[in-house]
């Protein structure tokens, strides 16, 4: 079996791993470690514990980066803004608050991207060594390695992943680094190639992983099939809307020998069914009864969507003037301190607990309620979605807003402004006093799972699909799941819930009457704004953002975004979609949005700038994104 001093000491050699592009920033902590009696790289690798230590290695450094994937993920979007409360640690909150102004600076350390290549090599160090050790290790399956060649495929590519969506391109190898002698300096590899190579990947591998989870604490947080099937279909939603922003009804991708022609309706459906797979993969396995790690079993309401029930709230007691039995939302976010629990909504989610030493402690420090919090709820964005306010008596009629939007919690303490207690595991309860306000009084502490892939989350990025291929039938599915999704979570103290058939104009998205859609037609937005209820705090918002700016660049109707359109380079720069984001949903945030408008500039100005230290580490492999380039504090018009 692995030693901790040998693991300690491989990963101590491990950490030179970062791609060239990378430098050695990211691992400073561990190359301050020189053990006199190292683990030589060629005689490290014996048997399968060794390949077990070095993929546990690889989801333990993950943990690590929840911090970036939380900022990168959230931090711009209309859902937020700064803590004016905050007292002490001023640079953090400079920091960040310069990045929510869209002011991102290059010299930023929150954009060292290290960590994630760190991850990333683990990963290729299993898949390089797995047959070797297959062929050493009489004791390790075929059937072991298949599972874990599966998880760390899926592992690799999600971390790429949110490297395009933070940074757009990036340096891009499945080639291991073992050491600095062999360091390499990649340039930045495109966008959509890297998408391309990663859905390739994932699409080799699934099905091979394990189907669930079981009642041991370490098999909760490995990578699924359903986890394999939800990237996947996040990918496809992504790869469609980038290649319909660009007006590229049709691509061809060489896989191997072969060439595979993508449509864009194609990939919408793509993303349909691999939604599908995890929804029905997870449904299978709930029926099997892994995945409730309570002391009791949960009741689930169907709401006729095939292979999808989803965890019932109880509002049995709302007639007698007590606030519903939140179940659901207790149960997704679980008290990981003791002992962890995966709810049977869960497909990846990276763990943590109270004696680990990489504490997941940021979540509470980004998204929590007090002085100590840097963000508190944007109440003119999350009032807007909700219907025109936020309130917080008993006319609360989405109980998610409990958990995600409050000010009061025990004692009745008013904090002044809007945050979200979700990665707090709260208690609702109703005052004594006349108003009867309800209180949510706080049952936290520190360590709080990440959840990456939910079934909701997955459901939403069908209905985005829908929406997007558009037509009154798709149109309808689209609405039928957002409002499973928003009926569940409807805590109406007066009336039951009313459903429409079809989108009109009436409703406004009112959440008394339970009506989950918009005016008019935009049935994207509609389920953009049940993922920010849904998805709040979850590291998502951002990136849909920058999904739904992509997906309207220009091109598909015609219309042309003429800054840098020619008819040999005919896709710009992106600039009708980002303007068509920003006054979209920012104008919400920002009092003088054409600012923020105009130093988003282009698509480029929708991604993250690159760690100066890695540009400097590149030796000119890789150049800043253009954007960047100039004065974080240029206003100008693009035009």
């Known amino acids: 079996m692995i030693t901790m001093k040998k693991l300690k000491n491989i990963y101590t050699s491990l950490c030179l791993l970062g791609l060239a592009a990378v430098g ?8 301050t470690i020189y053990p006199q009696d190292r683990v030589v790289e060629e005689d490290f690798w014996e048997d399968k514990n060794d390949l077990e230590g070095v993929r546990y290695a690889a989801y333990k450094q993950m943990c690590s ?3 970036k994937f939380a900022v990168w993920g959230d931090l711009r979007s209309d859902s937020w803004e700064m803590n004016q409360n905050r007292h002490g640690d001023q ?9 929510m102004q869209a002011q991102p600076d290059s010299s930023m350390s929150i954009f060292d991207w290290g960590g994630v290549y760190t991850t990333i090599n683990f990963c290729n160090k299993v898949l390089q060594h797995g047959e070797e050790i297959l062929e050493k290790d009489k004791q390790f399956t075929q059937g072991e390695w298949r599972q874990m060649k599966a998880e760390m495929v899926g592992l690799r590519a999600l971390n790429y992943f949110y490297l395009i969506r933070a940074f757009k391109d990036v340096p891009y190898s499945t080639k291991v680094i073992n050491k600095d002698v062999e360091v390499e300096y990649f340039g930045l590899t495109n966008q959509l190639d890297v ?15 394990r189907n669930r989870f079981t009642s041991n604490n370490d098999t909760k947080g490995l990578i699924t099939n359903a986890a394999l099937y939800a990237m996947l279909s996040d990918m496809y939603l992504w790869r469609a809307s980038l290649h319909e922003g660009r007006g590229l009804m049709s691509d061809t991708v060489l896989l191997g020998k072969d060439s595979v022609i993508h449509t864009v309706e194609g990939d919408y459906k793509k993303c349909i069914e691999y939604a599908d797979e995890a929804i ?7 029926l099997q009864g892994n995945t409730s790690y309570g002391s009791t079993v949960l009741d689930k309401v169907d709401f006729g969507l095939a292979n999808c029930e989803l965890i019932k709230n109880e509002f049995d007691n709302v007639a007698s003037g007590r606030p519903a039995d939140l179940v659901a939302q207790r149960e997704i976010f679980g008290d990981a301190s003791s002992g962890g629990k995966n709810s049977e909504e869960s497909i990846f989610e990276l763990q943590f607990s109270s004696s680990d030493e990489r504490s997941n402690g940021t979540v509470s420090h ?3 309620y007090s002085n100590g919090t840097h963000f508190q709820v944007c109440e003119a964005a999350l009032g807007a979605v909700y219907g025109g306010s936020i309130n917080d008596d008993n006319g609360r009629y989405d109980s998610r807003t409990w958990y995600s939007v409050c000010k009061s919690i025990v004692g009745n303490r008013d904090l002044g402004h809007y945050y979200c207690f979700k990665h707090s595991r709260p208690y609702v309860s109703i005052s004594d006093n006349a108003d009867k306000e309800i209180i949510v009084e706080d049952n936290s502490d520190s360590y709080r799972n990440w959840i990456i892939y939910r079934l909701t989350d997955v459901m939403l990025m069908k209905a985005e699909a829908y929406a997007a291929m558009g037509g009154k039938e798709n149109n309808k599915l689209a609405q039928q799941i957002v409002n499973a999704i928003h009926r569940r979570s409807f805590c109406n103290l007066k009336e039951d819930v009313k459903i429409e058939e079809d989108v009109t104009t009436s409703s406004a998205n009112n959440p008394k009457k339970g009506d989950a859609v918009m005016p008019g037609s935009d049935y994207v937005k509609l389920v953009m ?9 979850e590291g998502k918002r951002w990136f849909d953002l920058v999904r739904y700016a992509e997906r309207n660049a220009g091109g598909m109707d015609g219309t042309k975004d003429e800054r840098e359109w020619t008819e040999d380079k005919p896709i710009g720069n992106g600039y009708a979609g980002v303007k068509k984001m920003v006054e979209g949903f920012m104008k919400n945030k920002y009092t003088n949005y ?10 480029y100005g929708l991604y993250c700038p690159i760690y100066y230290m890695e540009v400097k580490a590149a030796r000119g492999a890789i150049e800043q994104n253009p954007v960047w380039n100039k004065s974080k504090y240029d206003t100008s018009d693009f035009e």
Request: glycine share 4%.
């Open 529 to 537: 704004n049940e993922r920010q209820i849904e998805l709040l705090a």
């Open 65 to 67: 980066t929840v911090q």
């Open 24 to 31: 050695t920033t990211s691992c400073e902590d561990w190359l």
């Open 195 to 209: 998408l391309d190579s990663i859905i390739i990947d994932v699409e080799s591998v699934k099905g091979q992983a």
């Open 366 to 368: 980004l998204y929590g």
């Open 280 to 286: 029905a993969t997870l449904y299978r396995n709930n």
């Open 594 to 603: 054409t600012v923020q408008r105009n130093r988003l500039k282009n698509r």
């Open 91 to 99: 640079g953090s909150w400079d920091t960040y608050n310069e990045i």
